[in-house]
């Protein structure tokens, strides 16, 4: 069946030369485009400098996506951040969209960090995976609750006092 | 490997580097018969991959069926978040908090990444329907003023919400 209607979004991390981690964040489908450019400071990951170009065909204009985005230079990833991106470039006046784009985007900055977390662990299998899950515990203890891996029943849980 | 540069992009006098996190969002929507919208969502990234299709009753926003496909991910007890995909059907994807409840009964009791391709087909809900309705007056009238179009069908849409007023 022919579809209807398509989103396409894409965030990309890419870490420059100078230490600082810039994010690339896109969204396109039949009726917007909407980019931003976020780059951070580690090892605060500090947002140092924030672009934005929105094209919607949904809303009229009332404000600057440029001027709204850079209300979040000099805010930190880190706890409250949702809270703190929301009231920045909520509300009213503000965009939505872009507030997800913030989001999404340092969240995208963690997983970078993650993956390499993840890596020495990827080959092993099975039970070994399993206790290597539980031993993250001692290092993310905010991990429980979190997901099935986490949840109550799963075999990853026995013996972790909760 | 070339890559096309955003407009936005801040810095362009540096050298372009290795990307070492990509994460794609897929959303694509069918308006069938009898009212649903069907939801195909793909999540691909570095650590993980999965995807879900999901039928959706326009009206009420209520998820009538759904299934899922893991098919990456870090921990041998990932998968069992499949099953607990069926805690969506029965729920809306309208109305307040109707995000957080996804992420609730979706993300934390089975995988967070499930959630988030839910969450982003919810959001295409309304916007789907309103590009079929733009493709089809198109088809009528080639050179119709399309932002007029889409600013009545808003207002004539009141439970579409709005994402955005910038430019």
């Known amino acids: ?162 | 490997m070339a890559r096309a540069a955003p407009s936005c992009r801040a810095w362009s006098s540096e050298e372009e580097l290795m990307i070492t996190l990509s994460r794609s969002q897929l959303v694509g929507a069918e308006l069938m018969d009898g009212g649903l919208v069907r939801f195909n969502g793909v999540q691909e990234d570095h650590i993980y991959g999965m995807e879900i299709q999901m039928d959706v009753n326009i009206p009420t926003g209520e998820v009538v069926a759904i299934k899922g496909w893991m098919k990456r991910y870090t921990n041998p007890i990932c998968p069992r978040a499949v099953e607990i995909l069926q805690n969506a059907v029965g729920m809306s994807l309208r109305g307040a908090d109707w995000e957080r409840k996804v992420m609730r009964e979706i993300g934390r009791k089975g995988c967070e990444h499930f959630a988030e391709i839910v969450i982003e087909c919810g959001r295409c809900l309304d916007q789907a329907r309103l590009a079929k309705d733009l493709e089809e007056a198109l088809k009528v009238e080639p050179s119709l003023d399309q932002h007029q179009f889409v600013a009545k069908w808003v207002r004539d849409h009141p439970e579409m919400r709005e994402d955005c007023r910038v430019s």
Not at chain 1, 23 to 32: E, H, I, N, P, T
Not at chain 1, 36 to 60: M, S
Not at chain 1, 143 to 152: E, F, H, L, Q, W
């Open chain 1, 1 to 162: 069946m022919i579809l209807d209607f398509i989103r396409n979004k894409i965030v990309e991390v890419e870490p420059l030369a100078d230490g600082n981690v810039t994010v690339y964040w896109r969204l396109r489908d039949s009726l917007q485009s909407v980019e931003i450019t976020l780059k951070f400071q580690p090892p605060d990951l500090v947002i140092t400098e924030a672009k934005a170009d929105v094209k919607p065909l949904l809303h009229g204009q009332s404000a600057s996506a440029q001027a709204l985005i850079q209300k979040v230079e000099g805010v930190r990833v880190g706890p409250g951040l949702r809270k703190i991106v929301s009231g920045l470039l909520s509300g009213s006046e503000g965009c939505e969209l872009l507030t997800r784009a913030v989001l999404e985007s340092s969240n995208a900055v963690i997983l970078h960090f993650t993956r390499y977390t993840l890596q020495p662990g990827d080959d092993i299998e099975g039970d070994a995976k399993i206790a290597a899950a539980r031993a993250n515990l001692k290092f993310n203890p905010r991990m429980i609750g979190n997901c099935v891996v986490y949840g109550p029943g799963s075999p990853v849980m026995q013996g972790v006092e909760q």
